[in-house]
């Protein structure tokens, strides 16, 4: 028997990072909406933590990338909008806490941050990203996360406005709190 094949098995629990919502007072989604949406879906265990977009589900359905396109179809159909969504696996989480290069900065959420990439950058579009981050900020990127620290914050830092439009590769940024909040409600199944 897989793991898969068991009822609570974290190879079933599912982090989905919605971009673009609940943004400046655009495109608003209610949380508890969200997390009724997930459940209309048959998901189960769903919750979801702060405005911007941040839901943990289990799923019988182990392929996260199949589970992103229907995501991305079933929202925009209700909301009528479309909102780039990652999802990920637990052990994804798990790796993206575990593999943060500035350890020492992680007593400071506001000011560490990690970029969930649709996929991993090419050596040549890191290299674009290297050339432009000339401020106080300092980036690492192991395979599909960015890892940014932004000593004056994620607001201040024009680096960071920056990434998008420089590396093009789709992703959707949440500061450490964010990232240990879920990858607790993840462990916790949901």
């Not at 392929?63 to 396109?69: F, K, Q, V």
């Not at 790796?95 to 290069?101: G, I, K, Q, S």
């Not at 401020?135 to 004056?152: C, M, Q, S, T």
Request: aromatic fraction near 8%; hydrophobic fraction near 45%.
């Amino acid at each position: 028997m897989s793991s898969n094949d068991l009822p609570n098995a974290p190879a079933n629990v599912f982090i989905a990072l919605f971009s673009g919502i609940n943004v400046g007072g655009n495109r608003i989604v209610k949380m508890a909406e969200l997390r009724s949406f997930f459940e209309q879906l048959g998901f189960s265990d769903v919750a979801t933590y702060v405005q911007s977009g941040n839901a943990v589900f289990r799923s019988p359905d182990g392929d996260a990338a199949l589970l992103t396109r229907r995501l991305e179809a079933e929202f925009e159909k209700k909301w009528g909008f479309h909102s780039r969504i990652m999802v990920r696996d637990l052990g994804w989480l798990e790796r993206l806490a575990a593999d943060n290069p500035y350890r020492e900065m992680a007593g400071e959420p506001t000011k560490l941050h990690a970029y969930a990439l649709e996929r991993a950058p090419t050596a040549e579009e890191v290299a674009r990203l290297t050339e432009k981050c000339t401020g106080p900020e300092r980036f690492e990127i192991k395979g599909d996360v960015l890892y940014l620290h932004a000593p004056d914050g994620l607001g201040k830092s024009v680096f960071a406005n920056l990434i998008p439009r420089v590396l093009k590769v789709p992703g959707t940024a949440r500061n450490w709190r964010t990232v240990l909040m879920l990858l607790d409600m993840a462990k916790a199944g949901g």
